[in-house]
Nanobody, 120 residues
Framework: VQLQASGGGLVQAGGSLRLSCAAS????????MGWFRQAPGKEREFVAA????????YYADSVKGRFTISRDNAENTVYLEMVGLKADDTAVYYC??????????????WGQGTQVTVSS
């Protein structure tokens, strides 16, 4: 599975962005999808995940109520809607595809990342 993330950019604190991740596979609907982020000097961290059908979503506490993950299996795309952005949200955001929504490992599929910068 090849993943192409897009939609990052520079935004002021309190602003919004919508990230997209397009998958190459027609079997996209069989994968759980996740968003992760890595800030400079920090470990990569989980942001949000969605199961294969879109019926279940999961969020890191730091983004609950501000970020929404969704997917369109007809378009082989997963989205991350981000509102109320804070400076702490500044990071490179990665999308990932895995067979299980409970586990995303280095052996799964990862996109190239898209930079999100929030100015305060």
């Amino acid at each position: 599975v090849q993943l192409q993330a897009s939609g990052g950019g520079l935004v002021q604190a309190g602003g919004s962005l919508r990230l997209s991740c397009a998958a190459s596979e027609h079997t996209f609907s069989s994968y759980a999808m996740g968003w992760f982020r890595q800030a400079p000097g920090k470990e990569r961290e989980f942001v949000a995940a969605i199961n294969y059908s879109g019926s279940r979503t999961y969020y890191a506490d730091s983004v609950k109520g501000r970020f929404t993950i969704s997917r369109d299996n007809a378009e082989n795309t997963v989205y991350l809607e981000m509102v109320g952005l804070k400076a702490d949200d500044t990071a490179v955001y990665y999308c990932a595809a895995a067979r299980s929504v409970a586990v995303f490992s280095e052996d799964d599929y990862w996109g190239q990342g898209t930079q999100v910068t929030v100015s305060s």
